[in-house]
């Protein structure tokens, strides 16, 4: 296709492409289907046979109901008598519940000094990770002259584990980790 443009400089032919409209997502409905005899299902699944394109409109009209075109490589093609709007939401919704969750890693750090209200309040969010199913690492951190006492730690350790036992299983047993830390990963149960 070619455009006759006149300008400062004089005329000038152009080519302009021509764009295809941009492909609408889903199944065409109601005054979007065209082609005319098509084949038509009932609400309920029954089958209503090969009827022309303005009475299925009229007959799911009557319904309160869409016309959606459910195969469109079919000659003539296959529309269904339904409601649209609840078969969007439906679909939607078993995309939603289908998506998994992704297990993300949370960490618990303390100190082997730390207070009881502290551990208490750690605990609470570790089980609340564990509710939704993520995984906890809990870290135990020493500083300076702590490193003279790695045992305490590793009581620690053993005491977070021993309490969050009935909402966890241990996937790491607690150990080590260089030179200053005591890890242990504990999964949801």
Request: with cysteine; charged share 30%; aromatic share 4%.
């Amino acid at each position: 296709m070619t455009r006759n443009i006149i300008g400062a400089r004089g005329s000038q032919n152009l080519v302009a492409f021509d764009r295809q409209p941009q492909q609408q997502q889903g199944p065409r409905i109601n005054e979007q289907i065209r082609i005319s005899p098509l084949r038509v299902i009932d609400g309920d699944g029954k089958m209503l046979g090969v009827i022309p394109r303005d009475e299925a409109l009229t007959l799911a009209r009557q319904q309160d109901l869409d016309l959606v075109e459910v195969a469109s490589s079919e000659r003539p093609p296959v529309c269904r008598i339904m409601d649209y709007g609840k078969y969007k939401y439906e679909q939607n919704r078993k995309t939603r519940k289908a998506k998994t969750h992704q297990h993300v890693l949370k960490e618990i750090r303390v100190s082997p000094g730390v207070d009881k209200h502290d551990l208490e309040f750690k605990l609470k969010h570790a089980r609340e990770f564990l509710a939704h199913k993520d995984k906890v690492q809990i870290t135990v951190q020493f500083k300076g002259r702590q490193m003279a006492h790695m045992e305490t730690g590793l009581e620690l350790v053993n005491k977070i584990v021993e309490s969050l036992a009935e909402v966890a299983k241990v996937e790491r047993m607690p150990g080590r980790e260089g030179r200053n830390k005591i890890t242990a990963l504990l999964a949801p149960k």
